[in-house]
């Protein structure tokens, strides 16, 4: 693991917020410099960010599923646990390289989401509910996405964002597809976002020593990872515990 993990460190503290808000009063600082190019404040919220919507996205993707009263939430259910599955591999992959701590817990806003669905009985609140929730947060990081893509130095992070574009567009894609989108209520919410303690945007950190848990793919899984080992000629992380 040698060549993975040769980085010049200067300070890689746990971020300090994570949520669809701008996550850094610098977020151009370069916080490291490593093999694979120069890591910024943004570029290392950024992995945080993927890892903690998954972490979120992917139990109600579960919950869809079996809650979900149309097949077109059912279908968006599926491509959250797909999506969410290879992008997490993703996270894993690359955060050890570039010595990011991962969260194992989203942050409170979006543990709250969770919550909300899971309020809901099975029906038709349930799939508005969730349409139009996953549409307001998906159209909210799609921004960020496109922004880390085309400034960020680091090899690394731009494959992620790639793939994070795919995923993301294809969830705003299937969540419009349920028919039950509210467009003039969630582009409200989506671009007037309401006013957070920086607490309730910050997933919290893992316990010491605790490793990451893995979002498992589905048996029928069609999103597929990048390929780091390629791309960066390293060795895979040791495994962790699963979660699915």
Known sequence: ??????????????????GITTVSSAPDRVIANTQ?????????????KVRAAGLWEYPVGQMGVQKGSSKG????????????????????????MLNITLP???????????NQLASDGKGQQFDKDFANILRMTHGSI???????RSTTKNSLVRALAD????????????????????????????????????????????????????????PTATSTPVDI??????AAPAPAPTVG
């Open 104 to 114: 194992n817990i989203a942050s409170p806003q979006q543990v709250g989401f969770v």
């Open 36 to 48: 694979w190019g120069p890591l910024t404040e943004s570029d290392r919220d950024f992995v945080v």
């Open 163 to 218: 793939q994070a574009n795919d995923t993301v567009l294809d969830h705003i894609t299937v969540m419009e597809q349920t028919g039950l989108v509210d467009f003039d209520q969630t582009l409200f919410q989506q671009t007037t976002p309401p006013k957070l303690p920086k607490s309730d945007l910050t997933p919290p950190p893992p316990g010491a020593g605790q490793p990451p848990i893995v979002l498992t793919p589905p």
């Open 142 to 148: 799609f921004n960020t996405v496109a922004k880390i």
């Open 229 to 234: 080992d390629r791309l960066a000629g390293g």
């Open 1 to 18: 693991m040698g060549g993975a993990l040769s980085v010049t460190l200067v300070a890689l503290a746990y971020p300090s917020m994570l």
């Open 73 to 96: 939430v059912i279908t968006a259910s599926q491509h959250l646990i797909d999506g969410h599955s290879a992008l997490d591999t993703t996270c894993r992959k690359i955060a050890p």
